[in-house]
Nanobody, 126 residues
Framework: QVQLVESGGGLVQAGGSLRLSCAAS????????MGWFRQAPGKEREFVAAITWSGETTFYAASVKGRFTISRDNANSAVYLQMNSLKPADTAVYYC???????????????????WGQGTQVTVSS
């Protein structure tokens, strides 16, 4: 059974930075796409960022573009999310997601990902 394990969440003041990490247990998989979603209390899960296998193509939600950077390490089946200039509105549980198939038309939809981590809490205080 493939597992995705996130780490790096925590409490930070507004304007601060955090780096989330996610490692997949099945390193032999070719994860065509890896991404991050988040869910705040009382809200639906929303897309944050995604990156394709080559690492050359990245996608960001408008709310995080310019502040967050997604990257990946294929040798270790890992994906990272560097979060800078954090705002209280970024407070949420952040989920790592991955899939063996990439579809540019649907990659912002959580249904396009078959594998998920358990989530890590990010809290930004004002």
């Amino acid at each position: 059974q493939v597992q995705l394990v996130e780490s790096g969440g925590g409490l930070v003041q507004a304007g601060g930075s955090l780096r989330l990490s996610c490692a997949a247990s099945a390193r032999a998989f070719r994860w065509s796409v890896m991404g991050w979603f988040r869910q705040a209390p009382g809200k639906e899960r929303e897309f944050v960022a995604a990156i394709t296998w080559s690492g050359e193509t990245t996608f960001y939600a408008a709310s995080v573009k310019g502040r967050f950077t997604i990257s990946r390490d294929n040798a270790n089946s890992a994906v990272y999310l560097q979060m800078n200039s954090l705002k209280p509105a970024d407070t949420a549980v952040y989920y790592c997601a991955a899939d063996k198939v990439f579809n540019e038309a649907t990659h912002r939809n959580s249904a396009a990902y078959g594998y998920w981590g358990q989530g890590t809490q990010v809290t930004v205080s004002s």
